[in-house]
Nanobody
Framework: QVQLVESGGGLVQPGGSLRLSCAAS????????MGWYRQAPGKERELVAA???????NYADSVKGRFTISRDNAQNTVYLQMNSLKPEDTAVYYCNADFAFVGGYWGQGTQVTVSS
């Protein structure tokens, strides 16, 4: 059994910052790619950022230069530092991780609301 537990969402004003965390636990042999997706009301879920076990990362064009993804392999945890937040960043953010031998899992989601 594998679980992904997210934390760090909330309400922030435009221009503010938030840091999301996602910790994997359970019967883990090796965590491969970890990433963050988001889904706004009425829209499809989209990739925000992803990072490989070796630290290579990629970002959606809409967040480049504002968001930074990082991970702690020893803790099986992935982070998303979000700066210069905009109202259009409002969404439910989901953590995703690909585990060796067991495949991909999703977190439960955490709400991020950017509003004045």
């Amino acid at each position: 059994q594998v679980q992904l537990v997210e934390s760090g969402g909330g309400l922030v004003q435009p221009g503010g910052s938030l840091r999301l965390s996602c910790a994997a636990s359970g019967s883990i042999f090796r965590v491969k790619t970890m990433g963050w997706y988001r889904q706004a009301p009425g829209k499809e879920r989209e990739l925000v950022a992803a990072i490989s076990s070796g630290g290579n990362s990629n970002y959606a064009d809409s967040v480049k230069g504002r968001f930074t993804i990082s991970r702690d392999n020893a803790q099986n945890t992935v982070y998303l530092q979000m700066n210069s937040l905009k109202p259009e960043d409002t969404a439910v953010y989901y953590c995703n991780a690909d585990f060796a031998f067991v495949g991909g899992y999703w977190g439960q989601g955490t709400q991020v609301t950017v509003s004045s």
